[in-house]
């Protein structure tokens, strides 16, 4: 069986080394590795002339930061043109242990009636990052909560999940399509995520390890992040498309909304930045609401 790789970057080069050494010396070696570069501007065009002579790679590079969403557009669509078995999908902050891929495709074979699987995320201290794995709790209002890490004993099956280290058979990609494009950043893997639980059951190999190293600090000072928006518009166009029922939809994002304002007051390290949060709830809500897409210059890196 054969399977390209995705990586979709921006402006991290030295992980992204790290990222693409650990695909190519995988047990069971990639067909092809797709790098999709938005427009970094860390030198990260003159780190891949180094891997010129690899020929199994192809560097993909954006006229700008179209974000995210449109980066793993733009490289499931290179590697299902390419025909490849299976697509793999990650940011470049995914390392993968050596047998990752080897255990994937395995199970794959054990279970040819499964279309999707994934593996274990953990930080670097082995710690596994449960969030990217998750079971879906209301099929109204989407609420999720992560699968429980008891469960990572043994293989599981799952509902949702992030791009984090997630396999994808070619057929299946052929009959769900691809994520949307004009998300840029946020719930473009959850929404892809339910449009393939729609067509296959979702495997999770528990042995099988990616590192995930996002910059995750515990204990840190509440900063708000401009991703915010894009995670609240996002949502709400994903709501419209597969909640089960709309009705539910009103009291619980009223509810969502409350949960805000109410930590914009009652935190006391929200209070210098409540304009700014109050902003992104209303432009969040207002765009989502009206259905606008892609970039807002108001919220970028």
């Not at 190293?213 to 498309?241: A, D």
Request: hydrophobic share 35%.
């Amino acid at each position: 069986m054969s399977y390209a790789s995705v990586i979709v970057t921006f402006n991290r080069k030295d992980l992204l080394k790290k990222a693409i050494n650990s695909v190519l010396t995988q047990t069971y070696a990639p067909t092809y590795v797709i790098v999709v570069d938005n427009h970094s501007t860390d030198g990260t065009d003159e780190l891949m002339t180094t891997f010129a002579s690899r020929k199994e790679i192809i560097y993909v590079r954006t006229s700008e930061n179209v974000g995210g969403s449109m980066g793993f557009y733009l490289g499931l669509k290179r590697a299902y043109d390419l025909g490849t078995d299976w697509v793999s999908l990650s940011d470049d902050d995914a390392i993968f242990e050596t047998h990752y891929f080897e255990k994937l495709l395995v199970a794959s074979k054990q279970k040819p009636e499964v279309k999707c699987f994934t593996g274990t995320v953990r930080f670097p201290n082995e710690t596994i990052q449960d969030v990217h794995r998750r079971k879906l709790l209301n099929t109204a209002t989407l609420r999720e909560k992560p699968i429980d890490q008891s469960r990572y004993a043994k293989n599981f099956w799952l509902d949702s999940f992030t791009f984090v280290g997630v396999l994808l058979a070619h057929d299946l990609i052929k009959t769900i399509g691809f994520p949307e494009k004009n998300y840029f950043i946020w719930n473009d893997d959850t929404e892809y995520s339910l449009r393939v639980a729609k067509q296959t059951r979702i495997l999770n190999i528990s042995d099988a390890t990616v590192y995930h190293y996002n910059n995750v600090n515990v204990g840190q000072r509440f900063s708000p992040t401009w991703k915010e928006y894009y995670g609240i518009r996002n949502r709400l166009q994903m709501e419209k498309k597969h909640s089960s029922n709309r009705a539910w939809l009103i009291p619980s994002n009223c509810a969502f909304i409350l949960r805000r304002l109410c930590g914009m007051i009652l935190k006391k390290d929200h209070w210098k930045y409540s304009k700014y949060l109050f902003n992104q709830l209303k432009d969040g809500y207002r765009d989502g609401i009206k259905g606008v897409t892609g970039k807002n210059r108001k919220y970028l890196p």
